[in-house]
């Protein structure tokens, strides 16, 4: 069982950088890949981000691309999502995610992740 605790959400300003945070409770973390999702009022969930238990390699959904950056502490046993150039579309729940998959991979499918955080709230105002 692996918790996640997600942090770092708030209201920005469009053209404003958030950073979030997701904790994990698991000391195996770094056999983890991890993602980041987000789930706007109306759509379904959606992949951003993600990033392989080694922190080698990494993906990033299109409308994120070059503006979002996810890394990971696996000494910290956290994940995180630098986001910049935010717009209003940006506005969503999101969600980190954890599969035990094995193979140092990153995975694009909400299938493939076996754990999810709560979701911290990020609001983008025009």
């Known amino acids: 069982q692996v918790l996640l605790v997600e942090s770092g959400g708030g209201l920005v300003q469009a053209g404003g950088s958030l950073r979030l945070s997701c904790a994990a409770s698991?000391?195996?973390?770094?056999?983890?890949?991890m993602g980041w999702f987000r789930q706007a009022p109306g759509k379904e969930r959606e992949f951003v981000a993600a990033i392989s238990g080694s922190g080698g390699s990494t993906y990033y959904a299109d409308s994120v691309k070059g503006r979002f950056t996810i890394s990971r502490d696996n000494a910290k046993n956290t994940v995180f999502l630098q986001m910049n150039s935010l717009n209003p579309e940006d506005t969503a729940l999101y969600y980190c995610?954890?599969?035990?998959?094995?193979?140092?991979?990153?995975?694009?499918?909400?299938?493939?992740?076996?754990?999810w955080g709560q979701g911290t709230q990020v609001t983008v105002s025009s």
């Open positions: 995610a954890a599969s035990s998959y094995i193979g140092d991979h990153y995975y694009l499918s909400r299938d493939e992740y076996d754990y």
């Open positions: 698991r000391r195996t973390f770094s056999t983890y890949a």
